[in-house]
Nanobody, 126 residues
Framework: QVQLVESGGGLVQAGGSLRLACAAS????????MAWFRQAPGKEREFVAA?????????YYADSVKGRFTISRAGANDPLYLQMDSLKPEDTAVYYC??????????????????WGQGTQVTVSS
């Protein structure tokens, strides 16, 4: 079992920055992938960013956040972060941390992740 707790959400003006954190506990030594997804009201959950640990810690981003968001994790016992810069009103959503405990080359499909956090609200005002 893996437990995930997100933090760092809040209200920010357009152009501002926020940093989300995801603390993992439990069987963290088997985390092959960690990712951030988001869900806006009335929309489906969408991929934001991922880091795949078993293939050299490669990172992947949705086109909508590329160049503005950065996913990072210093070490196996450190939180997963999502640094969000140049925020836009369309970034408003509940942001979820997700992890996967098996190896796969996919990174952007929500159904391939085993464990999820409770989510943290990010609101960007115009």
């Amino acid at each position: 079992q893996v437990q995930l707790v997100e933090s760092g959400g809040g209200l920010v003006q357009a152009g501002g920055s926020l940093r989300l954190a995801c603390a993992a506990s439990g069987r963290t030594f088997v985390l092959h992938a960690m990712a951030w997804f988001r869900q806006a009201p009335g929309k489906e959950r969408e991929f934001v960013a991922a880091t795949i640990n078993w293939n050299g810690a490669k990172t992947y981003y949705a086109d909508s956040v590329k160049g503005r968001f950065t996913i990072s994790r210093a070490g196996a016992n450190d939180p997963l972060y999502l640094q969000m810069d140049s925020l836009k009103p369309e970034d408003t959503a509940v942001y979820y941390c997700a992890v996967r405990v098996y190896m796969s080359e996919t990174y952007d499909l929500a159904e391939t992740y085993n464990y999820w956090g409770q989510g943290t609200q990010v609101t960007v005002s115009s």
